[in-house]
């Protein structure tokens, strides 16, 4: 089979030498840059190491050096985002931070108010899409549409580019929320973004990786991996095989990673490391958490998803916890405690990429749906009717020394847009209701399987005892390169194997571009000005 002849792709680029790719892996970037060329959205999806990160970097390089304009490069988390130098969905759409989206009509993106038509990106990269929940998603779609004017290409001013994994863990969603989000979207138990009507309506030209980068000196690993990704008797088997294959016995527990299901158990391991770490040195510093209440109507269900408390010592081994706003450090990054400010919130880490950055005290916010004529009820009830009468309001809450002060101060800019006409075709509206004050560290010898997803590891021990959702096993023990690098702590479980039945219906009856309907890129290169 020939492999793609664009001379991008036969060069040094990042990690990977390019020319050294599988050859149907430069022959779907070609493809897949020259669908988003003609304006069609594109979704590309295949296991864990099979190149989708090295997709969106080449298809990145190839869009800017032929159409002369840059690519939004977006993903659902920080993490995420970091992975490929974006940021996150909400910043670029502009999209808030709530509980759900079922009400929410799209707006404009954020990131494209000011920008001129000459400056507008040629492409839009939307990678870990997995993770993004049906109803994000049709917020996502519906906010895309106001700059296309359409659903579907070809000629879309800005098409999106897809990248994600359903076989892999599925969206996040908690208590009650998943009931409103179930109800509106009632054909999907997982809540996955297929099940938006957006994603039907953008008729995406929908492409499969098949062969491993991650585990390319691996072959039988990737293989097994595979199966036990799609599940059924033969992931079954899979399954067992690399239980019999992998590591047994580590020299040193410090050198591999933990990854585990429950927060508890993650929170044990790392309680021990924390004085077992022989790289940890000096006493232990604990830092606690304050909560501050936006509300005086009597709700305690101010769960803002951050422990009470966390310890670390200087040496330990550390995940950051939040986003930076200045943009030097995001949530899920890694590294070591280099110096404790005692006087301060301040802590000193070096990252993983030996960047050092001061991690400061950070607020997450607790946000909840709440109905427009709620939040109306509230401003009559304190006789505002316009922006400068809310002003003037907020302008006296300090001096009144009132309860409340900090809820108005906070949805301040919401408000703004209501009183201002901004927000009349949304039904629901995301109320900030409390802020929990921390340290965003936690220690990082072992993590949750959600925070390693993504992640390449080069030892991984995994206890899949206590795993319970789909995609967690599969996720959990796809993270080594090699399966000399992955240990068992336990055997598997039959109930701790779990593979989405939605993600294996999704796959079966997609309309994958098969290799003759792999396109060519004819646009010339854009000379770029000096």
Excluded at 157 to 163: D, W
Excluded at 449 to 462: F, L, N, R, S
């Amino acid at each position: 089979m020939q492999r793609s002849q664009l001379p991008e792709l036969n060069e040094t680029s990042g990690d990977w030498p390019t020319a050294n790719l599988p050859d149907r892996l430069t022959r779907i970037i070609e493809s897949v840059a020259a669908d988003l060329m003609d304006g069609r959205h594109v979704f590309v999806s295949g296991a864990a190491g099979t190149g989708k990160s090295v997709l969106v970097r080449e298809v990145t390089r190839i869009l800017e050096g032929r159409m002369g304009r840059s690519v939004a490069l977006t993903a659902p988390t920080g993490i995420a985002a970091k992975n490929i130098e974006g940021v996150t969905c909400h910043r670029w759409f502009g999209i808030p931070v709530a509980d759900h989206y079922v009400d929410y009509p799209g707006r404009y993106p954020k990131a494209l108010v000011d920008v001129k038509p000459k400056e507008m990106p040629c492409a839009l990269v939307v990678d870990e899409v997995s993770m993004t929940r049906c109803d994000l998603f049709d917020a996502i779609g519906r906010s895309l549409t106001r700059v296309n004017g359409a659903w579907a290409g070809p000629r879309l001013r800005l098409p999106m580019l897809a990248v994600g994994d359903f076989f892999q863990l599925p969206p996040v969603v908690y208590g009650s929320v998943r009931d409103v989000v179930a109800e509106a979207y009632p054909g999907s138990e997982d809540l996955l973004p297929h099940a938006a009507p957006a994603w039907g309506a953008m008729g995406f030209r929908c492409y499969e990786l098949t062969e491993p980068l991650r585990q390319s000196g691996d072959a039988a690993y990737f293989e097994a991996l595979n199966a036990v990704r799609r599940g059924g008797d033969e992931g079954l088997g899979a399954l067992w095989w690399i239980y019999d294959n992998a590591t047994r016995v580590r020299a040193d527990e410090t050198l591999a990673s933990r990854v585990l299901a429950r927060n508890r158990e993650v929170d044990a391991w790392n309680e021990r490391m924390l004085t077992c770490d022989p790289s940890a040195r000096g006493p232990v510093e604990t830092r606690m958490r304050t909560m501050t209440g936006y509300v005086a109507d009597g709700l305690r269900d101010w769960r803002c998803n951050v422990p009470e408390s966390t310890s670390f010592r200087e040496g330990s081994l550390v995940m950051l916890t939040a986003n930076d706003q200045a943009g030097e450090y995001v949530n899920g990054d890694l590294g070591r405690v280099a110096r404790i400010s005692r006087g301060t919130f301040d802590v000193t880490v070096t990252l993983a990429d030996g960047d050092e950055v001061i991690v400061c005290e950070a607020e997450q916010r607790r946000t909840r749906m709440t109905p427009v004529e709620d939040v109306m009820a509230r401003l009559e009830d304190e006789g505002i009717t316009d922006t400068a009468a809310l002003r003037s309001f907020m302008s006296k809450l300090k001096a009144e020394r009132r309860r409340d002060a900090l809820w108005w101060q906070t949805n301040r800019v919401m408000l703004e847009d209501l009183l201002a006409g901004e927000l009349d075709d949304m039904r629901s509206l995301p109320v900030s209701v409390a802020a929990a004050h921390f340290t965003p560290i936690r220690l990082a010898y072992a993590f949750t399987v959600h925070k390693a997803q993504g992640q390449t590891m080069a030892a991984v021990d995994v206890d899949p005892a206590d795993f319970w959702d789909k995609g967690q096993l599969y996720v959990a023990i796809s993270r080594c390169r090699e399966l000399l690098g992955l240990r068992f702590l336990r055997p598997p479980t039959i109930g701790g194997y779990v593979v989405s039945e939605e993600a294996r219906r999704f796959y079966a009856g997609a309309d994958w571009v098969s290799e003759h309907g792999y396109r060519k890129v004819t646009r010339k290169i854009k000379k770029r000005e000096r």
